[in-house]
C-alpha cells in the first residue's frame, strides 16, 4: 500500500521560512514524479512545484519560483519543499503526491497536472501570517 506523508508546516510570519517533507512508502519503482500541490480555502488546487526522480529535473511555478526549492533525499524516500520568504497568499494546504507514470522524456509542464497523480498525501497546513 502506497502512503505518503507530509510534515513541516505552521504559522510563519511574513518573510519567514518552512521545510516541508513528503515520505513516502510501499512504491517500489524509482522512476516516477513528486509533486507538491497547495489548496487554500476557496481556491482550486495549483501545483507548485515537482521533481522528476530519474534525473532530478525539477519544475516551479511562476508564483513561487526563486522562493521554493525542491530537493529529494533517496535513501529516505523524502522530497522535501524548502519554502523562503513566504507571503501571506502562500496559505494553503500543501500537499505532496505521486505520478508513477513519470519517465525521462516526460516534459516539465506537465508537472502540474494533477490528473497524472494516482497516490497523494493527507496535506499539511502552512499559514502565514503576523
Known amino acids: 500500500q502506497v502512503q505518503l506523508v507530509e510534515s513541516g508546516g505552521g504559522l510563519v510570519q511574513p518573510g519567514g521560512s518552512l521545510r516541508l517533507s513528503c515520505t513516502a512508502s510501499g512504491f517500489t519503482s524509482d522512476h516516477y514524479g513528486i509533486g507538491w500541490f497547495r489548496q487554500a480555502p476557496g481556491k482550486e488546487r495549483e501545483g507548485v512545484s515537482c521533481?522528476?526522480?530519474?534525473?532530478?529535473?525539477?519544475w516551479y511555478s511562476d508564483s513561487v519560483k526563486v522562493r521554493l526549492t525542491i530537493s529529494r533525499d533517496n535513501a529516505k524516500n523524502t522530497v522535501y519543499l524548502q519554502m523562503n520568504d513566504l507571503k501571506p497568499e502562500d496559505t494553503a494546504v500543501y500537499y505532496c503526491?505521486?505520478?508513477?507514470?513519470?519517465?525521462?522524456?516526460?516534459?516539465?509542464?506537465?508537472?502540474?497536472?494533477?490528473?497524472?497523480?494516482?497516490?497523494w498525501g493527507q496535506g499539511t497546513q502552512v499559514t502565514v501570517a503576523s
Open positions: 521533481i522528476s526522480t530519474p534525473d532530478g529535473r525539477t
Open positions: 503526491a505521486i505520478d508513477p507514470n513519470w519517465s525521462s522524456i516526460t516534459i516539465m509542464p506537465m508537472c502540474p497536472m494533477a490528473w497524472r497523480y494516482d497516490y
